[in-house]
């Protein structure tokens, strides 16, 4: 008789790299295939270094095709919650940022607290099983609610119960969390990887998003889908710039006409 099997509390971080249906269509020689192995290692690599200074637990990757799994267990003590989710949206806000500006690629997703049951393969039993409410939850909001190249921030995770976390995401909510125009909150990952940086590469990240959008803009000129979410992540970075042009010299050169 096999075992009863029970789903776990977990954060769920589920993402979508838009537009990788097509490269995989018209890959060549495993170039995209390498572009997001790439990806992910630096990721991982960045997730253990966060690990040494928020938390214990170590996240746990899943990748299928376009799609990305991102799920930790949520801690039972208080602070550790805090400090858990703080190190999944570093974690989301660097793979955001790297994605874009050194692959040109948009990302699209959700982040949400729920059941989930996790199994690795192992001698015993080669299956890989991923099952539970959280992650159905999360890929619902992300093809149906996201629409644009934002990681939506859910209710579960913004509303959470515990005292010390709740405490630690309000306080601190400007810098992670943005409110969007049909008021859902989603991860403001350029202000997380310029507070990260201490200000000091402000100006170089910000220049970098600048150049990349604008490349991405002549390229797809011809696809109005794209087009959109590509218009969407420049008028976010516009509002990032004009949030932090009091603060950082020189930020204010990358400013349109009208912001």
């Not at 201490?198 to 910000?206: F, K, S």
């Not at 970075?237 to 930020?251: F, H, K, L, S």
Request: proline share 3%; charged share 30%.
């Amino acid at each position: 008789m096999s075992e009863t099997l029970r789903p776990e509390k977990y954060f769920v971080a589920y993402l979508d790299m838009l537009g990788s249906k097509e490269k995989i269509r018209e890959e060549k020689n495993g170039e995209w295939l390498n572009k997001i192995n790439t990806l992910y290692q630096d990721a991982w690599e960045y997730s253990l270094d966060l690990q040494k200074i928020y938390t214990h637990e170590k996240p746990i990757f899943k990748i299928f095709s376009d799609n990305i799994v991102i799920a930790e267990k949520v801690p039972e003590k208080s602070a550790d919650k805090g400090n858990s989710i703080f190190r999944l949206l570093y974690l989301l806000a660097y793979f955001q940022k790297h994605a874009l500006i050194d692959f040109e690629w948009l990302v699209r997703g959700c982040v949400t607290m729920g059941e989930l049951y996790i199994r690795d393969p192992s001698d015993g039993d080669p299956t890989s099983f991923l099952w539970g409410k959280s992650l159905i939850h999360a890929n619902y909001i992300e093809e149906h609610i996201a629409v644009f190249p934002r990681i939506i921030i859910d209710s579960s995770i913004l509303n959470m119960d515990d005292e010390m976390a709740t405490y630690c995401l309000r306080d601190r909510r400007r810098a992670y969390v943005k409110e969007d125009v049909d008021r859902l909150a989603y991860l403001n990952y350029l202000a997380v990887n310029i507070e990260e940086q201490h200000y000091g590469h402000a100006n170089e990240i910000l220049a970098q998003v600048g150049d990349v959008l604008t490349k991405m803009k002549s390229a797809y000129v011809d696809n109005e889908k794209i087009l959109q979410k590509i218009n969407w992540t420049e008028k976010y970075y516009q509002g990032i710039v004009e949030d932090n042009r009091r603060c950082i010299p020189g930020i204010r050169s990358l400013l349109k006409p009208g912001f």
